[in-house]
């Protein structure tokens, strides 16, 4: 997930406007990045999805991604004289849980200082905080694999999975090097854990469900986002039940078409990654079908069709319903955050996996907030 909006519109909650970092590490120095935070970056997060049953068959599909920002020259440590209160960095962090059987869709997002451990991303390894939230490695299983923990409280609703990776962790792209934009600078590092096992508890409703299934953990970091003449991206990040695993990210310029940086993964079933370009995936939204948000007015497209040639995949993108919207409280930029169902298109074929789509721009560019 991209976020230089999301770091202004924040920024300038907190009284930082002007001081946000604006260059991020060059592409050599990072090639091997592991999960931690990487501070040479002035921007920075680990995004997680994914879909749990409980054992009544009840479904549930969450998704939380939690951002580090650095203010102008505190990248690496404060400035000097700076106030203990002051701290370098502050951290946003948004989360829904989709409740499939009451088709109901929970969200929260909230923002955090770096100051006194309110909020943190430490360099060692994964562990990341935004007040009580938390994604943290744990102990590595027996196996050697890693294994993370993921806490997220809010309202009553409470989610506690504990996660260990069925695939190796992938650099996208060239070696964890994408573009993010139509411009040459417009790029940003992605690394990702794209199949999880999942097992642990989510409470709703004062009710508790021990859940289990499959999730998928992204990490990436960079400061040019998008190019001016770029209005958002559409990314979907699909988990097919054959094995494999498909990451597409569509660049939209103002005037609705795919820009060139369109580009994508396929993760086979051993984690074998392949690179997609713009000319390997195509996305196109089916009948013109749109929901309309209450909350801020945009209007998101809501039914696609997916074709990967490379991967014999022709899938239909369907969400188990369209309210999937979150909606920032503290000033940033409202986006799509919606569970999805894929099927074999033309529908009926069959349900071959599950997955999450991120809309950012509908409202308004990105690059013009």
Known sequence: ?????????????????????????????VAA???????????EWWRLTGHVRARDGRRFALAATFFRFAVRGTARRPWPGAS????????????????????????????????FGFGRAEAGGLDVAAGPWSLRAAAPAPSGAPVFDVHVESGGTTV?????????RVAFGARG??????????????FAYTRLHARGTVRIDGVAYAVEGTTWLDHEFGSHELAPGDAGWDRFSIQLDDGRDVLVRV???????????????LVARNGALTNLGAADVAVATVAKTTWRSRASGTVYPVLWQLIVPKAHLDLAVVPPFEAQEIVSMQGGPDYYEGSVDV???????????????????????????
């Open 1 to 29: 997930m991209n976020a230089a909006a999301l770091r202004l519109c924040f920024a300038l909650v907190l009284g930082l406007a002007g001081l946000v970092a604006a260059v991020g590490p060059a592409p050599a120095r």
């Open 33 to 43: 990045a592991r999960d931690g935070a990487q501070r040479g970056a002035a921007s």
């Open 84 to 115: 203990a209160w002051s701290g370098g960095e502050f951290f946003p962090a948004t989360f829904a849980l989709v409740d499939e059987r009451e088709r109901r869709y929970l969200s929260a997002t909230r923002v955090e200082r770096g100051a």
């Open 160 to 168: 506690d999975l504990r996660q260990v990776a069925l695939k190796p």
């Open 177 to 190: 090097i994408v573009r993010s934009g139509s411009c040459a600078g417009c790029v940003e590092h992605a």
């Open 251 to 265: 660049v939209r310029r103002a005037d609705g078409t795919p820009s060139p940086a369109t580009s994508g993964e």
């Open 343 to 369: 099927e074999r298109a033309p529908p009926p074929g069959g349900d071959p996996g599950t997955g999450f789509v991120e809309l950012t721009g509908y409202r308004r560019p990105l690059t013009g907030l």
